[in-house]
């Protein structure tokens, strides 16, 4: 039976990052409002202002994943299954996060005028995300491997967490793995962030704001498809 203090601090820190979610995802309108106006006015605006909003859009990303890895670290089990998304972003989770190589489905959608040597670039970057990830594939793959066996009982008896018998094995197996999880976590989304921040790299100016609003057309789209589909289940299982 779940421990009730243990159920409501989960309850708690979903809450928490909801509140945190939601007030994100205003701003994230806002600041798509902000790049679709440079858009339109880029041949307009200085370089210097243009880079000034995309760092600060960066910096939104950025507060996201900080916000995300104090959830994690309090409880990564909750990361890996977001009571905060709806149904159909969750569809689009891997890792607990994006999958760092959408970005460059976004820069194709969104950038059509890459030099020759922008486009080498930009290629050579997305083998070296592919094998980052397929790392970080292979590295959960040995954590829930290790769930199965004595591996992970073993790795913390040694680590020194299993004490007198003070805790039990599935207690101790538990801690461990949540350990490795957090692991999981936290590299993944230094990816994630790390690739988009290298692509903006790549971009000239112009080419930053498209890539930027199309990013923020694309998450705030699907989670209102997500909400819009929540909605309407809701109001098909009141009517039966």
Known sequence: MPDRSTTGTQTNNADSFKTFLEGWMVRQEHYLDE???????????????????CSRMLAHYQEYYEAKSRIAQRDVFLAFSPTWLTSFERTFLWIAGFKPGIVFRIVTNSVLDMSEDQTQRMNRLLEETKLEERALNDELAKVHESVAGPTMLEAARRSGRLVGGEASEEETATATLRV???????????????????????????????????????????????????????QESTIK
């Not at 976590?185 to 609003?213: G, W, Y």
């Open 180 to 234: 490795a999880l957090e692991s999981v976590v936290a590299n993944a989304d230094s990816l994630r962030m790390r690739t988009a921040m290298k692509v903006v790299e790549i971009l000239r100016p112009a080419q930053k704001v498209r890539f930027l609003a199309g990013a923020a057309q694309l998450q705030l789209r699907i989670r209102s498809w997500g909400l819009q589909r929540q909605e309407d289940e809701r």
């Open 35 to 53: 790049l679709l106006s440079a858009q339109q006015h880029c041949h307009d605006m200085q370089d210097e202002d243009i880079k000034e909003l």
